[in-house]
């Protein structure tokens, strides 16, 4: 019947999501090089700055 | 197939953030949990900005599931995508952003956005899950709905662009801005322009026909010079009636209880159970209705497989039966059909005398079994509800039959139960949740 294959389609799905962002967190954080100064990345800390205005 | 495709499409969308920051290697400085809030910030944002798209009422989207499954689907993904922004500032102050984000509102006004955002989605998956409890009616409900998501998708939107670092790359800005044109688009279609879109060609009610003390039959003709839609038996509609006076104006769905053979008109069998519904008798030949069909995918004639086929109908649930029985009259079909009927006295049983006809025409092979709960002394016919018992003495063996079960939500789902305890496999019961 389709609802049970709705509850397990919609439960795959959500632990795949999950488990790609907990993958491309750590691919980024140990994988790929941190951004370095005078050669950042596109996305150098904006939100560190504004965390720390507010700390 | 399709079906197959476009949850991997959903999926695809839900992680397109990540994969553009992997497939540009962009790294990050930050502890691992704080980057794994952002990342679920990331997908949480993309799935509350998809979801105006999957209740936008899109035939491409809705035919290969159902409309029930999307709706359901919908509910499922929110409650998903709230969480997943729940987590975030939680997440980031255990990756180091400082407690006082999550406690201070002495911060940037796009972080108070972010805040209130958060608190009007949080209030509105509350509303959504618990509308039953809360004592909220459906119409209450909905207009709330219908006034929070859009606030709360540019609210997460502009947090997300001003305070995100993965927000100042270029390919995540144009995502960004795709996915809020998109979701906007989508609510602005469903909400604004095809209701106005429709209301130009409204559709005329040219009979209102009393069956039962409560139950009325209401026959809809299209525009002058237009046909009725096409659609299968058993799907159904949504209405909206104007009929003058101080008679409510809203949008609901009833089943189609006509056939498609049925050429001229399009009728709905509606009972008087709520406060619109008890109106439903006071509607009037010449009064106008704006209709948006079909949906939906309970029919027979989408498993042309069936040929030996059990109805288990309660109450009002009667009327996609109707509209399939009805399709199988008048294309002679010669399927076997098992109708098991259940209600609460005879004056309850609607379609009565039709039902007799098409069962002594013998197109299709029906018979038809009515099941009363509280009858007079003197009926004749089975007494109680549909149980395992009656299934057992109306139909026989299960073997190779498919069973179709529309009514109130406790006696599908003990129905359901039921016909699995006796042995009938999944891929043979056939149902739909009407509740959207």
Redesign the interface.
Known sequence: ????K?RM??TI??I???L???S??????F?????SHGNE????????V?????? | MPGFIL?LG??VI??SP?LI??IL????????IY??A???A??GFV?LALQPVLVARLKWLERP??MD?VS??HK??GI?ATL?LISHPPL?VLGG??L??LL?L???W??LMGKIGLLLLVIHTLLSVFSAKLGLKFEQWRRIHYIFAPLIIVFVFVHSLE????L???PVQVLWAILLIVSLAAYLYHKVLKPIYLARDPYRVVDVQQETPNVWTVKLAPPEGMTVYDYYPGQFQFITFHRGGNLPVEEHHWTISSSPTEKGFVSSTIKASGDFTSTIGATKPGDTAVVQAPFGRFSYVLHPEDKDLVFLAGGIGITPFMSMLRHMRDTESDLRVVLLYANRSEADIVFRNELTKIEEAERPRLKVVHVLSNPDSNWTGERGYVDREKIARSVGSIEGKSFYVCGPPPMRIKL?DTLREMGVP??R???E?FSL
């Open positions: 019947m389709i609802f049970r709705l389609v919609t799905l959500i795949a999501i999950v790609s962002c907990i491309v967190a750590l691919v980024r954080k994988v790929f090089p941190t951004p990345a596109p996305a150098q800390s904006q939100s560190r504004a965390l720390s205005n507010v700390s | 949850i959903y999926f839900a992680v990540l920051l992997l290697q962009v790294g990050t400085p930050n502890e691992t980057e794994i952002r990342s679920l990331l997908s799935i599931f159902g499954i359901r689907f499922s993904m998903f997943l980031l952003g400082g006082p984000l201070s002495d911060q940037p796009y972080i305070t995100g670092d993965d100042k790359i270029l359901i999944y891929e019961i056939r149902t949740i």
